[in-house]
């Protein structure tokens, strides 16, 4: 498919032209619109993003590992984010990307117990990081910031549920679209997945990935090439998601 590939290429351009021009304002705007700050008081946001840092991270780059000392927050600025975990007696796997305006990473400051995920730049990234000791000044300072900072494990627990439901679907190809849906949170840009990660994230086969994103392509929802994929109908692949089309 060369002009998909062209269609990527002409993408990842503009997403790096995006992220060389990111300054620290546009950093903060991004910021302040995702679902945990903008539902946060205006002072707070104000505090929490004069302690933070922008830093950029390369592709395949760990930002943290699952079981590394306490930390401080992430915030996803833009590129794109892997999330990966599992239970302590096995691997970690792929279970979501991240997305540009969220936060992660409020565990240790929390419970004051090591990272329980992993989090990764998949095609690299720019983030803001706000340190621990910044996050315990501002508690110290404010009693409040500790249910404000725990309302973000509330945004996170919300997408797991999600992903949870996601994955009780009994057709596969709803499965795939759902993880498909799920990915187009991180904008209108190329996504790169490897139809073996998707396969990661559905519960599903690289074979049966290969079958649902040929008809999806068919349909106009995504378009692909080996290693990355984009997603043109997100609604589309909801509505299929959920139970509208036939079973497959």
Same mark, same amino acid.
């Not at 998909?4 to 995006?18: E, G, I, N, Q």
């Not at 910044?134 to 508690?139: D, H, N, P, T």
């Given at each position: ?111 004051? *117990? ?120 997100? *609604? ?13």
């Amino acid at each position: 498919m060369p002009w998909l590939r062209f269609c990527d290429r002409d993408r990842s351009v503009h997403m790096l032209v995006a992220m060389l021009d990111l300054t620290r304002e546009k950093a903060e705007q991004v910021m302040r619109r995702g679902p945990w700050l903008a539902s946060m008081t205006e002072p707070f946001r104000t505090e929490l993003l004069r302690h933070a840092h922008l830093q950029k991270f390369a592709p395949d780059q760990v930002v943290y590992r699952h079981g590394d000392a306490v930390g401080g927050m992430y915030g996803l600025v833009a590129g794109s984010l892997t999330i990966n975990s599992a239970p302590p007696d096995a691997a970690s796997r792929l279970i979501h990307l991240g997305m540009p305006g969220a936060w992660t990473g409020e565990g240790p400051f929390l419970t004051g *117990q090591p990272r329980r995920v992993e989090l990764r730049a998949l095609g690299g990234a720019w983030m803001m990081h706000v340190p621990l000791d910044a996050l315990e000044q501002m508690m110290a300072r404010d009693p409040g910031v500790s249910r404000a900072i725990a309302m973000n494990t509330v945004f996170t627990v919300d997408v797991l549920l999600r992903i949870i439901h996601d994955l009780q679907k009994r057709a596969v190809g709803r499965r795939i679209a759902s993880v498909l849906q799920r990915a187009s949170w991180v904008g209108d840009m190329p996504i790169p997945l490897s139809q073996t990660d998707l396969g990661i994230m559905a519960n599903a086969s690289r074979q049966q990935v290969n079958t649902a994103m040929q008809r999806f392509a068919r349909a106009g929802w995504v378009s692909y090439t080996y290693r990355s994929v984009t997603v043109s109908n997100s *609604q589309a692949l909801r509505r299929f998601s959920e139970g509208d089309g036939s079973e497959w």
